[in-house]
């Protein structure tokens, strides 16, 4: 049973920084892509930050360019997402997603949603101004 596990999520002030936790249990932790994505009250769920597990490749949303940093710890089975500088439109609820190794995702399409078919339970992230 595949089961993403987010922690890290909280409350901070506009200018300040969290860093979120993606555990990957119950499947291969390699060969596809994970990625954090976000969903904001009254909004789409939107990518924003994607890696591919082994190669180490990532992409990003434009609006957290320069500001968010995803990674991985093999060793670990973990998903990592560096968010600095924080602004009070990235509150939203953060959620962790994995694709099936044979999804077929490039670097223009891993940012969307509909590519993953795995997914956690989510973590809230509010900034405040």
């Known amino acids: 049973q595949v089961q993403l596990v987010e922690s890290g999520g909280g409350s901070v002030q506009a200018g300040g920084s969290l860093r979120l936790s993606c555990s990957a249990s119950?499947?291969?932790?390699?060969?596809?892509?994970m990625g954090w994505f976000r969903q904001a009250a009254g909004k789409e769920r939107e990518g924003v930050a994607t890696?591919?597990?082994?190669?180490?490749?990532?992409n990003y949303a434009d609006s957290v360019k320069g500001r968010f940093t995803i990674s991985q710890d093999n060793g670990q089975n973990t998903v990592y997402l560096q968010m600095n500088s924080l602004k009070a439109e990235d509150t939203a609820a953060y959620y962790c997603?994995?694709?099936?190794?044979?999804?077929?995702?490039?670097?223009?399409?891993?940012?969307?949603?509909?590519?993953?078919?795995?997914w956690g339970q989510g973590t809230q992230v509010t900034v405040s101004s």
């Open positions: 890696i591919y597990i082994g190669g180490g490749s990532t």
């Open positions: 119950g499947l291969i932790y390699r060969s596809r892509y």
């Open positions: 997603a994995a694709a099936s190794t044979l999804a077929t995702i490039g670097t223009k399409t891993s940012l969307d949603p509909g590519r993953y078919i795995y």
